[in-house]
C-alpha cells in the first residue's frame, strides 16, 4: 500500500487533538469511517508500518448523552455502572480496563477463575435448613446476602421474561460459602419458629424437683402462671420461649428456692409433692435435656406373671432405709416400710426416713398386716 504523504492529508489534520471526531477518514480521498486516531482501519495500519502514527493524536472518547450514574453509586469499586447501568465516566472506563486486562492475562496464563461454582450444594444446603425451620429469608440475613439471592437459588427466576422459573446453575463463590457457613442450629431459628418442648418441658420438671413451682419460674421466663401450665404440657413452644426456659434453667438448677417465709415453704412443698406425684426427674438425671432418652420407670404396680415375683431395686431400698431421698416403686416402697418395721422403727421415723407422710406409710404398714410398736418396744429399743 502506498504511504500518503503529508501534502495528501487535510489541513489541520495533525494538529487535530481532541475536538469533534471526524465523520470521515483524514486522508484526502477516504471516505472511509475513522476507527482509531481519526484513520480508518486501511490507513492506520498503513502509518504504524510507516512509523507516522505520531503525526495523529488520538480521538477523545465518546460518551452517550445521559449514561453517567450518579456520584454516590460505586463507579470504580464494581462493574455494576459499567454492564448494567452502562455508565461511561472516567472511572467506570479505567476500573473496566483494568479488570479486562486482569482477565486476559489470566486467560493467557491458564489461570483464569470466573468466581462462580457450581449452585447444586447451596441450593440443597438451604433445602435443608428449610427443613429445620429456617427459611430462606432467615438464611439470606444470616449469610448477609440478598434475599433474592437465595430465592432465586431454590425457587429459580421470579423476573418476569422467557427465563422465569428457570433456576441457577452457578453462583459466586463467596455466596456460596457464605451460605454453607450457616448451621441448622437453634441459635439460627428466628424467635418466632416453633421446635419441639422436650427439651423444655423437661427443664421446667427438674426444676420444680428442687422446689421451684411453677408460679415463681413464670415471671422469669416472661410467662403467665397460666402460660406456663401450657407449656408444661404442650408439644411444641417457640424458640424464644425454649431460650428463656434454658437460661432460667442454668441459672436455677443447683439453687435452692427461699424457704424462709410461710408462703414459700407451702409452695416449695407443693412443687415437690407434684414432681413427686409425677415422677418428674432432677437436673442431674440429664446430660442434655433435649437430646437425652427417656431413662426407664419401673411402674408403681408390677404384676406378677408366671409366677415370677416384682422386680425390686435393692440399691434404691437400701439408700431409701438410710434416709437418702430416691425415687421408689410401689413394691420397692413397701419393701423399704416392711424392712425398717422389723428394726422396730416407728410410723413417724419411717415417714421422716422414706420422707412420706405419717398416713402413707399407716397405709403401707396396714397392707403389709405389720403391726403397730407399741411404745415399750420403741422405748426399748431407744436405751439398747
Keep these: 500500500m502506498n504511504v500518503p504523504s503529508p501534502t495528501e492529508m487535510k489541513p489541520g489534520a495533525a494538529l487535530y487533538a481532541g475536538q469533534d ?18 484513520l480508518c482501519h486501511r490507513h492506520y495500519q498503513a502509518m504504524w508500518k510507516a512509523g507516522r502514527l505520531d503525526e495523529f493524536v488520538p480521538q477523545p472518547r465518546s460518551r452517550k448523552p445521559g449514561l453517567i450514574c ?13 454492564i448494567q447501568h452502562k455508565c461511561r ?42 427443613e429445620f425451620g429456617i427459611g430462606y429469608k432467615r438464611v439470606a440475613r444470616l449469610a448477609d446476602v440478598s434475599v433474592t439471592v437465595v430465592r432465586n437459588l431454590v425457587y429459580g427466576r421470579q423476573d418476569a421474561g422467557p427465563r422465569k422459573g428457570e433456576h441457577v446453575k452457578r453462583v459466586k463463590r463467596e455466596t456460596a460459602e457464605r451460605i454453607l ?11 418466632s419458629a416453633s421446635v419441639p418442648a422436650l427439651g423444655t418441658r423437661r427443664r421446667l ?23 406456663m401450665t401450657r407449656v408444661m404440657t404442650c408439644d411444641r413452644v417457640s424458640v424464644a420461649t425454649h431460650r428463656a426456659v434454658a437460661a432460667a434453667y442454668d441459672e436455677l438448677w443447683n439453687i435452692a428456692p427461699p424457704r424462709a417465709a410461710w408462703h414459700d415453704a407451702a409452695a416449695y412443698s407443693r412443687a415437690r ?66 424392712r425398717l418395721h422389723a428394726l422396730r422403727c416407728s410410723d413417724r421415723r419411717i415417714a421422716q426416713l422414706l420422707h412420706r407422710t405419717d398416713r402413707t406409710v399407716l397405709r403401707d404398714r396396714q397392707e403389709l398386716g405389720l403391726p403397730a410398736h407399741d411404745l415399750a418396744t420403741i422405748r426399748e429399743k431407744a436405751t439398747a
Design 89 to 130: 465516566c472516567d472511572a467506570c472506563r479505567e476500573h473496566r480496563s483494568e479488570v479486562e486486562l486482569l482477565r486476559r492475562r489470566q486467560v493467557a496464563f491458564g489461570r483464569w477463575d470466573t468466581g462462580l461454582v457450581d449452585a447444586d450444594p447451596a441450593r440443597e444446603h438451604v433445602e435443608l435448613l428449610g
Design 70 to 82: 450518579p456520584p454516590e453509586h460505586a463507579h470504580a469499586d464494581t462493574t455494576v455502572c459499567y
Design 205 to 227: 420438671q427438674a426444676l420444680v424437683t428442687l422446689g421451684w413451682s411453677p408460679q415463681r419460674i413464670a415471671p422469669r421466663v416472661g410467662l403467665s402462671p397460666t402460660n
Design 181 to 191: 457457613a450457616v448451621k441448622p442450629d437453634l441459635d439460627a431459628l428466628a424467635p
Design 21 to 38: 471526531a471526524p465523520a470521515i477518514c483524514l486522508l484526502d480521498g477516504c471516505p472511509a469511517k475513522p476507527k482509531t486516531r481519526g
Design 273 to 338: 409433692r407434684l414432681a413427686r406425684e409425677r415422677r418428674w426427674l432432677p437436673p442431674l438425671a440429664w446430660d442434655d435435656p433435649d437430646t437425652d432418652a427417656e431413662p426407664p420407670v419401673v411402674p408403681d404396680r408390677v404384676e406378677p406373671t408366671d409366677g415370677d415375683e416384682p422386680v425390686l431395686d435393692e440399691v434404691a431400698i437400701e439408700l431409701a432405709c438410710a434416709g437418702e431421698q430416691v425415687r421408689l416403686s410401689k413394691p420397692e416402697r413397701l419393701e423399704a416400710v416392711r
